[in-house]
């Protein structure tokens, strides 16, 4: 069971970056998967998730990110979209126990670094 994390890099203030979670050894259709980032010195926060059905949670509130999933390529994207200094972070994805988002328990893959700074 494995979730690889992608697209992570340096982008100025404004840029945009789309991150990617490639899911394998397991049925990607049936769980739910989230988002969290960890900056520098800080916890980890949830970004958003994407249950088994589609239906989206968004804990950080901004309309600049958007999360999507392609059942077919067991893959979910993150769109970030005016990405600024303070979205710098390692991104992580994650898989929820079931289909739903919200669970306490993960399984987390490994992050991807996400530099904002011109």
């Known amino acids: 069971v494995q979730l690889q994390a992608s697209g992570g890099g340096l982008v100025q203030p404004g840029g945009s970056l789309r991150l990617s979670c490639q899911a394998s050894g397991f049925i990607f259709d049936d769980y739910a998967i989230a988002w969290f980032r960890q900056a520098p010195g800080k916890e980890r926060e949830g970004v958003s998730c994407?249950?088994?059905?589609?239906?989206i949670k968004d804990y950080l509130d901004k309309g600049r990110f958007s999360i999507s999933r392609d059942n077919a390529k067991n893959t979910v994207y993150l769109q970030m979209n005016n990405l600024q200094p303070e979205d710098t972070s390692v991104y992580y994805c994650a898989r929820e126990v079931g289909m739903w988002c919200g669970s306490e328990d993960k399984l987390w893959g490994q992050g991807t670094l996400v530099t904002v700074s011109s």
């Open positions: 994407i249950s088994r059905s589609g239906l």
